[in-house]
């Protein structure tokens, strides 16, 4: 930071604040990650200064044989890792690579069918004040109230009713395993086409925490970060004969030259993805997500769906209501003693979004930083402590084992 301190003291102090609110930070947000400390260097890297609109082969810009061989591998690594037949790594996010899966198949106007952004879905399959919800028809399907499961008989009756053109399967908020095959099979008896947007899971899906959505879909979008571990940025997967169609969607439909830098460090991320190690990783982020959901149900708290499958699970906290908990309370009460959550909607849930009485808690972050089921139980009993019995004591035994357990997994050694 000394060049840039130098230039530029503001953002530098803005930046190293960052960084020491990182280390001293338990970050249970589900779609935060710590990425490999190779992963920033090839983000900060001298690719940035290149530009090389179109594809490998094929660019608009000289001087691209380089960014061929970095894109080149970036596509052949994804498509090995998912075992996809094709695969852009453009998109600059996820929501980018969604936006680019509608341009490509739908014309406006046309029927989506995707979950509910209040019952654990995402902005950007079909909400209202999103573009996929202005420019197209949608309709949204939920969670069995009984269950808490996505009810697939009413994905099936939607489906059956409105004849989507594209059904969407995939949410930022839901604690269970998805049943691709049973996606497959409404999408086509509705003749649908069948898009997975993973972005949540895909660190899971890679190494083999989760089925992979890949069998089942016609299209597959994701992000690298979150649970994937690595650059910032989207991608997309798909069958052969949508290849043409995702290209000309991403580059020149919807974006202009790729972000170089960002697409050296997804191949980079699906490398490392790819090994024995990410494997072990993607299975101690569930191992201590169950940990965390049994800790918590012990301790007398409600989960949705009670416990979880994957990386995340949700807090319902309507029983505390009556002491003004809310998932915004719950949040900045956990804030001030060092630990990172977002407030989340819950299935039937009595407050306005941004109020809520839900927090949503996940363990990507924790188990990059190397804890084990044992320390992301004490973080659970401390949430516990914070939401049942908060007290001042409560709060300053909070920080010291918040301190204790930064200091002994730093997020990045020196
Ligand atoms: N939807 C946001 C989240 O899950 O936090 C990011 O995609």
Request: some cysteine; glycine content about 8%; aromatic content about 6%.
């Amino acid at each position: 930071m000394h060049t840039l301190g130098y230039i530029d003291p503001e953002l530098a102090s803005a930046i190293d604040g960052e960084l020491r609110r990182q280390d001293n930070t338990i970050e249970l947000i589900a779609s935060e990650n710590i990425v490999p400390p190779v992963i920033l260097e090839v983000q900060g890297s001298i690719l940035t200064n290149k530009y090389a609109e179109g594809y490998p082969g094929h660019r608009y810009h000289g001087g691209c044989e380089y960014m061929d061989a970095v894109e080149s591998l970036a596509i052949e690594r994804a498509k090995r890792l998912f075992g996809a037949e094709h695969a852009n790594v453009q998109p600059h996010s996820g929501v980018n690579a969604n936006l680019a899966v509608f341009v490509a198949m739908l014309k406006p106007g046309d029927v989506i069918l995707g979950m509910d952004l209040k019952q654990g879905g995402h902005l950007s399959h079909g909400s209202a004040v999103n573009v996929s919800g202005k420019y197209y028809q949608t309709f949204a399907y939920g969670l069995d109230p009984r269950t808490e499961r996505i009810d697939y008989d009413q994905v099936r009756d939607l489906a059956m009713r409105h004849r989507p053109r594209l059904l969407i399967a995939g949410a930022s908020a839901y604690p269970r395993v998805i049943d691709f095959a049973r996606f497959r099979e409404i999408a086509d008896e509705a003749g649908s086409l069948l898009l997975v947007d993973m972005a949540h899971i895909a660190g899971l899906v890679a190494g083999g925490a989760h089925p992979s959505p890949v069998p089942y879909a016609d299209f597959v979008t994701s992000t690298t970060t979150k649970t994937l571990r690595g650059a910032r940025g989207g991608f997309i997967l798909c069958r052969a004969e949508y290849a043409k169609a995702i290209d000309s969607a991403i580059f020149p439909g919807i974006q202009g030259g790729p972000i170089m830098q960002n697409v050296a460090a997804k191949a980079l991320t699906f490398k490392l993805a790819a090994t024995a190690e990410f494997r072990a990783y993607a299975a101690q982020i569930v191992r201590n997500a169950q940990a965390m959901a049994a800790r918590f149900q012990e301790r007398g708290l409600r989960l949705v769906t009670g416990g979880t499958d994957n990386h995340l699970m949700l807090l319902d906290l309507r029983d505390l209501a009556d002491r003004g908990v809310t998932g915004h309370s719950a949040e900045q009460a956990l804030a001030e003693v060092g630990i990172a959550v977002n407030k989340n909607l819950i299935p039937g849930d009595p407050q306005k979004p941004t109020v809520t009485s839900g927090v949503r808690i996940g363990a990507a972050a924790i188990t990059s930083r190397g804890f084990k089921e044992d320390e992301a139980a004490a973080v659970a009993d401390i949430i516990a402590d914070i939401l049942l019995t908060p007290s001042d004591a409560t709060s300053e035994r909070a920080r010291r084992v918040v301190r204790d357990l930064c200091k002994k997994h730093a997020i990045y050694q020196s």
